[in-house]
Nanobody
Framework: QVQLVESGGGLVQAGGSLRLSCAAS????????VGWFRQAPEKEREFVAA????????NYADSVKGRFTISRDNAQNTVYLQMDSLKPEDTAVYSC????????????????WGQGTQVTVSS
């Protein structure tokens, strides 16, 4: 069992930055990949970025490449999502998830999910 807790969401103006955190605890955390997904009102949940705990492999959605950076701190069992040059269309609830299928962009391949944190970008 893996528990995930997100933090760091909030309200920011377009062009601004936020850093989200995903604190993980539980059994064999280091064997999982961690992904960030987001869901805007009345839209499907979509992939944002993913990273392996044990390596440096990352994966990004095209919509965030060059603006968002995913990283991890193994000592703190925490994964971060640095979001720069934010746009109003980035507004969503952001959730982190852990899975054993690598840095997949497919939400169904993630087994454990956090509760999410709201990110709102004003124009």
């Amino acid at each position: 069992q893996v528990q995930l807790v997100e933090s760091g969401g909030g309200l920011v103006q377009a062009g601004g930055s936020l850093r989200l955190s995903c604190a993980a605890s539980g059994r064999a955390v280091s064997s999982y990949a961690v992904g960030w997904f987001r869901q805007a009102p009345e839209k499907e949940r979509e992939f944002v970025a993913a990273i392996r705990w044990s390596g440096r492999s990352t994966n990004y959605a095209d919509s965030v490449k060059g603006r968002f950076t995913i990283s991890r701190d193994n000592a703190q069992n925490t994964v971060y999502l640095q979001m720069d040059s934010l746009k109003p269309e980035d507004t969503a609830v952001y959730s982190c998830a852990a899975g054993e299928r690598g840095i997949s962009s497919i939400r169904y391949e993630y087994k454990y999910w956090g509760q999410g944190t709201q990110v709102t970008v004003s124009s």
